[in-house]
């Protein structure tokens, strides 16, 4: 069954018709991927509203199911026409996306219909679960990003900036078929890698540890890894905090399968960075879902509740850290699936040993 047809199913049981704004779940629905149109979904019928930039590739590529409508007189004032067309009064929006000033604009143009909250909710719950499709295009950006990282092994010399590094990756993916990144490239060096979303800096690489967290977007899919290296050499404490680093991501891994709570994930790399003396340096979660957004459902951290478990077709980053303020830090993120079986697939090939250049 299509997505399309999914939808329509759930959609039915709750209201009349849906509107899809956000670019995100247009393009999971449509298969087209654009940033100023609408779907308009009903239980048995489906649009993709387009202006003139865009009508000739929609009708080109949206997915089967999908009538293409030239919204000649604007958005809003299609979507009127065809509400009256079906007889709807009643329209579900994604409430996570309209702003408060999309909704009065629709408000107006829509005199007589009644919104509801829903769509988001529904869509997050079906993206929740990928199917064979998405784990090809998300295996194809790790395959992407995991070639950067070794080409930019033998890219880094001395005298090379922060943001050499990060235009460097970035280039070499776009270069390499990526159509665009999964998110903005980290690259921090020294004091800066104690930073876990530090910005590249305008300056030359300083000596010690060097977190590159990055990404590519390939087929409407994304890709997240990091890897932390040593530019000169590691001293023992550094040599310490990062095989600490280390052993929690592999005991995470080894440690991941379907039907794993996600806070009792978190906890087996978080007791281990704690048993080893580094409490309250790591502050973030172990991990969260990746697909067409490179931050989705589900969340691996201590926050969520109990009953959240890890199921077959959760794709999650497995990302432990070790962050001393002000000195560095150092990150390790592999990307893994959950299989039909509860095995779990690692997209993550790159090496994780440490790495002295």
């Keep these: 069954m299509t997505r399309l047809k999914r939808f329509q199913e759930k959609l039915a049981t709750v209201a009349e018709a849906a509107l899809i704004t956000s670019p995100q ?25 387009a ?11 949206a997915a089967d199911g999908f009538e293409v409508v030239l919204a000649d007189r604007g958005m809003n004032n299609a979507v009127a026409a065809l509400l009256q067309k079906h007889s709807a009064h009643a329209l579900l929006l994604e409430e996570a996306q309209v702003t408060l000033a999309q909704r009065s604009k629709l408000a107006v143009a829509l005199q007589g219909v009644t919104f509801h909250c829903g769509a ?22 790790q395959e992407l990003t995991d070639a950067a990282f070794s080409h930019i092994l033998q890219y880094i010399r001395p005298g090379l900036k922060e943001t050499d590094v990060a ?8 270069k390499n078929g990526a159509e665009g990144l999964a998110f903005d490239t980290i690259a921090v060096s020294g004091s800066a890698s104690s930073l876990p979303h530090g910005v590249p800096r305008d300056k030359e690489l300083e000596q010690g540890f060097l977190t590159m967290d990055f990404g590519a977007r390939l087929g409407g899919y994304c890709s997240d890894m990091t890897r932390t290296v040593v530019i000169g050499q590691a001293d023992s404490e550094m040599r310490r905090l990062y095989e600490t680093v280390l052993t929690a991501q592999k005991a995470a891994l080894a440690a991941a399968k379907g039907g794993i709570g996600c806070k009792a994930l978190d906890a087996v790399a978080r007791n281990i960075i704690h048993g080893a003396g580094y409490e309250g340096c790591f502050g973030h979660s172990l991990g969260h879902g990746v697909g ?15 009953e ?30 959950i299989l039909p079986d509860g095995s779990i697939h690692n997209f993550t090939k790159s090496p994780k040993e440490l790495i002295e250049l």
Excluded: W
């Design 25 to 49: 779940n247009q393009f999971y629905l449509s298969a087209f991927d654009y940033d100023d149109g609408y779907l308009l979904i009903f239980p048995d019928a489906a649009y993709l509203l």
């Design 51 to 61: 202006d003139f930039r865009y009508i000739e590739a929609a009708r080109k590529s």
């Design 120 to 141: 988001t909710e529904i869509l997050a719950q079906m993206r929740l679960v990928k199917q064979t499709d998405e784990i090809a295009a998300i295996a194809a950006a």
């Design 167 to 174: 235009l460097e990756l970035e280039f070499f993916m776009r």
């Design 292 to 306: 067409i957004d490179i931050h989705e459902a589900p969340r691996v951290a201590p926050s969520v509740s109990e």
């Design 308 to 337: 959240a478990k890890l199921l077959a077709g959760h794709v999650v980053t497995v990302e432990p850290g070790i962050y001393l303020q002000g000195k560095y830090g150092c990150r390790i993120e592999d990307m893994i699936a």
